[in-house]
């Protein structure tokens, strides 16, 4: 059972240049979901998804695009990366459970540092 | 929009004595709370939850307070140990339907534990 798993743990880009952050779990989690993480701005939800096949925006979605068509995998695709973009990014997963009072447990991967130049 | 925030950003304890995290929220719709852990180059780990309708939940060397009259939180850690330095989150969210996994974090305090 390895949890979260997020792929590549570093990454540099150029800006304009395209890629996909890559975000696994074998928990059978419905739930998945990307944040990404500033200095001194805590976490700031980008995208989730609830199931296979739906997916809604988060806090800060402009430039970040996602897809579900696994219960198990939720990508991160950045098509233009921007040095805005410069950050941690945490792919997180939890079961539906708890759903009606919004109550759901996290689970973290271990992030993914990327840096754009 | 609201946010969730932390008094202190910074907490430097020994070995062995109590720790006391703080936050304060400002949206009163929040009816869950929730406190991350995070280590260097890892990712949040959950620690503690509680709901709106509680004042108080204890878990394993860890206490969770909450006080809806000044939107305050609290994590309190026994014995702190030097394994517990890190960053801690509270985070909240509004509850039900469309805000389901919708966490609001806090800027995060860090905690230094000298032996």
């Known amino acids: 059972n390895a949890g979260v798993t997020q792929t590549p743990k570093f990454q540099v880009l150029k800006t304009g240049q395209s890629m996909t952050l890559q975000c696994a779990q074998d928990?059978?989690?419905?739930?998945m979901s990307w944040y990404r993480q500033d200095p001194g701005m805590g976490l700031r939800l980008i995208h989730y998804?609830?199931?296979?096949?739906?997916?809604d925006q988060g806090e800060v979605p402009n430039g970040y695009n996602v897809s579900r068509s696994t219960t198990e995998d939720f990508p991160l695709r950045l098509l233009s990366a921007a040095p805005s973009q410069t950050s941690v990014y945490f792919c997180?997963?939890?079961?539906?459970?708890?759903?009606?009072?919004?109550?759901?447990?996290?689970?973290f991967g271990a992030g993914s540092r990327l840096t754009v130049l | 929009g609201e946010s969730v925030g932390l008094h202190l950003p910074t907490l430097s304890v020994q070995e062995g004595d109590n720790s006391i995290i703080n936050c304060a929220y400002s949206?009163?719709?929040?009816?869950?709370f929730i406190w991350y852990k995070q280590e260097s180059g890892k990712g949040p780990q959950f620690i503690i939850d509680?709901?709106?309708?509680?004042d108080k939940r204890q878990g394993q060397r860890v206490t969770v307070l909450l006080n809806k009259t000044v939107k305050h939180l609290s994590l309190q850690i026994a014995a702190t140990q030097p394994g517990d330095s890190a960053v801690y989150f509270c985070?909240?969210?509004?509850?039900?339907?469309?805000?389901?996994?919708?966490?609001?974090f806090g800027q995060g305090t860090i905690l230094t534990v000298h032996p």
């Open positions: 949206n009163s719709a929040s009816d869950y």
């Open positions: 997180a997963s939890s079961r539906l459970q708890g759903r009606a009072t919004g109550a759901n447990v996290l689970t």
């Open positions: 985070a909240e969210n509004r509850g039900g339907g469309t805000s389901y996994g919708k966490l609001t």
């Open positions: 509680i709901r709106s309708n509680m």
């Open positions: 998804s609830v199931g296979a096949g739906i997916t």
């Open positions: 928990m059978n989690h419905e739930y």
